[in-house]
């Protein structure tokens, strides 16, 4: 089956400390998302790739890194320089040059205690 | 740049009901419109798109959506709820030129009541 899988499903780590969130998809498109949501402020766009070694930062790129090394993975590395990062990470991807219809994995819950 | 305004952050309604979800967006260019579905600790699922022509839009279960560019709107109707539509559902937009980009409105929650 083709689809985006985002690896834990629930994440846990002390403040202070980075966190890296796995994304990673096998429907062969070239660009991918990281969006961050919150109760009540929908989706932001955090950072995003349309191509292999290539990415842009989103809306609210403070905080959080990415790389694109291969096709099919896009991980979020969330800092420790992020001040409020306890949220929902969802990862989406897309054919580029196309219709933006972005299919999204099933989303990591990061706490920060 | 766009902008999407979902105008009702919570929607109450009975089973068997009908309900429609606001949707307005801001662009100064052509757009294509989307409706998302999140059920709780989910991802997103797409239930319908508008590109181009018919501006009556079917979606998946039973839902449909209706562009009208006057009044720059995308409203999302069903005209007969059932409890398993109890989701939060988003509106969102890209740019029809450069759409490599979607943006989404805040979401607005539909809760149906047995």
């Known amino acids: 089956d083709g689809g985006i899988t985002q690896s834990p499903k629930y994440l846990f780590r002390k403040e202070g400390q980075n966190v890296t969130l796995s994304c990673e998809q096998n429907l062969n498109h070239d660009a991918m998302y990281w969006y961050r949501q919150d109760p009540g402020q929908g989706l932001r766009l955090i950072y995003y790739?349309?191509?292999?070694?290539?990415?842009q930062k989103g809306d609210i790129a403070e905080g959080y890194s990415v790389s694109r090394e291969k096709k099919e993975s896009f991980p979020l590395t969330v800092t420790s320089a992020q001040k409020n990062p306890t949220a929902f990470y969802l990862c989406?991807?897309?054919?580029?040059?196309?219709?933006?219809?972005?299919?999204f994995g099933p989303g990591t819950r990061l706490t920060v205690l | 740049a766009q902008s999407v305004t979902q105008l009702d952050s919570q929607v109450p309604v009975f089973e068997e009901a009908p309900v429609e979800l606001r949707c307005n967006y801001s662009s100064s260019v052509s757009v294509y419109l989307f409706w998302y579905v999140q059920y709780p600790n989910q991802g997103l699922q797409l239930l319908l798109k508008y590109l181009s022509g018919s501006t009556l839009v079917k979606g998946i279960n039973g839902f449909e959506a209706e562009f009208n560019k006057s009044q720059t709107s995308f409203h999302l109707r069903k005209p007969s709820v059932h409890i398993s539509d109890t989701a939060e559902y988003f509106c969102?937009?890209?740019?029809?030129?450069?759409?490599?980009?979607?943006?989404f409105g805040k979401g607005t929650k539909l809760s149906v009541i047995p």
């Open positions: 989406a991807s897309s054919i580029t040059g196309a219709v933006n219809e972005q299919f």
């Open positions: 969102a937009v890209s740019e029809a030129v450069r759409s490599y980009q979607l943006t």
């Open positions: 790739s349309q191509i292999v070694n290539d990415f």
